[in-house]
């Protein structure tokens, strides 16, 4: 997960499932202040919002196959869907503010997450065969 990886998203939310998984406390500071790049056009908002569809459905497949969280089954085989969908529905009502462009180009990318989640650790594979070499 992360930057440079095939699923470009969701190291954070990893991260913390770790955390809390471990037995750890989170603490919430609201007046944390984290500097991030938005997106300056709409096709790179479009770009992330699909990378972001792959890092939901991906993370949430791997929390289900890497520690048999059964929670994680059914985010990434289809509830992220169902939200994104009714996100679609609130938009089209004009109760939701992103655009129809961005709303499927996340429905995309969480289509794709399971995928690319495979890619991703066929290549981590593979690349522990070629270190043994």
Known sequence: FGVGSRVGH???????????????????????????????????????????????????????????????????????????????VRRLFRRYPMPVSTILSSLAGASLGPLYYAWASFDTLAARFRAKD
């Open 10 to 88: 969701s190291q954070s939310f990893e991260l913390c499932y770790k955390i809390f998984r471990a037995g750890y406390e989170a603490v919430y500071d609201s007046s944390a202040i984290v500097p991030h790049h938005h997106p300056e056009t709409m096709g790179a908002l479009r770009r992330r919002m699909f990378q972001y569809g792959i890092g939901d459905s991906a993370v949430h497949l791997h929390f289900f196959l890497t520690y048999g969280d059964i929670r994680g089954l059914p985010e990434a085989l289809g509830a992220r869907h169902l939200h994104l969908m009714r996100n679609m």
